[in-house]
């Protein structure tokens, strides 16, 4: 599904001089080195059906069309809350990872596109499984979740400890839109 294109610059490098910081409707630049991957592009709540949509072109080998994206407009932009030096996750609201930022990829030893779209319990150990289900049961009642001292499983098997907070965010109508992980203090 992926192929690597030596690619000749179009055009010189632009700023952004956009007041909002966006760039475009769907697709902005990735934060940190500059990536020709389109899922680091594309806007919050589009990466999961973007990608899912890729996988099922591929797998198919047909277009693929998907009704009813939006893309996300959370009062507390994801990509800055993903700059944290902690790993991070922002999960939709049915548990599904919708992005993570270059500590939770290090962490857990997953690409990030290849845990978009995944469900969260894919890092979480299955005798903790209950403990994981229950923090995202009372977040998505509105609590902010903190504390909860559950391992991660990295995709070589191996089991980190680590203390998770997990709070809701909310789009511009304050309704739930997200919810986002915050691992406090893994062993790596």
């Not at 697709?27 to 940190?32: L, S, T, V, W």
């Not at 996300?72 to 809350?81: A, M, Q």
Request: aromatic fraction near 2%.
């Amino acid at each position: 599904m992926s192929r690597t294109t030596k690619i000749r610059p179009a055009a010189k490098p632009a700023a952004n001089d956009s007041p909002t910081g966006r760039t475009g409707a769907f697709i902005e630049p990735a934060a940190g080195q500059p990536r020709l991957n389109v899922l680091d592009m594309a806007r919050e709540g589009l990466q999961y059906d973007l990608a899912t949509a890729l996988r099922q072109a591929a797998a198919q080998d047909t277009e693929v069309t998907r009704e009813g994206v939006r893309v996300r407009s959370c009062n507390r932009p994801t990509r800055n809350c993903l700059d944290g030096p902690e790993p991070m996750m922002i999960l939709d609201l049915s548990g599904r990872i919708i992005d993570v930022n270059d500590e939770a990829e290090r962490a857990c030893g997953w690409l990030r596109q290849e845990m978009i779209g995944q469900p969260i319990q894919m890092i979480v150990p299955k005798s903790r499984k209950e403990t994981a289900d229950d923090a995202l049961s009372k977040c998505l009642a509105g609590a902010t979740v903190r504390a909860v001292q559950c391992p991660s499983v990295t995709k070589a098997g191996r089991e980190l400890p680590g203390i998770f907070t997990l709070k809701m965010l909310t789009d511009d109508r304050g309704e739930p839109d997200a919810i986002c992980i915050i691992a406090k203090h893994p062993v790596a």
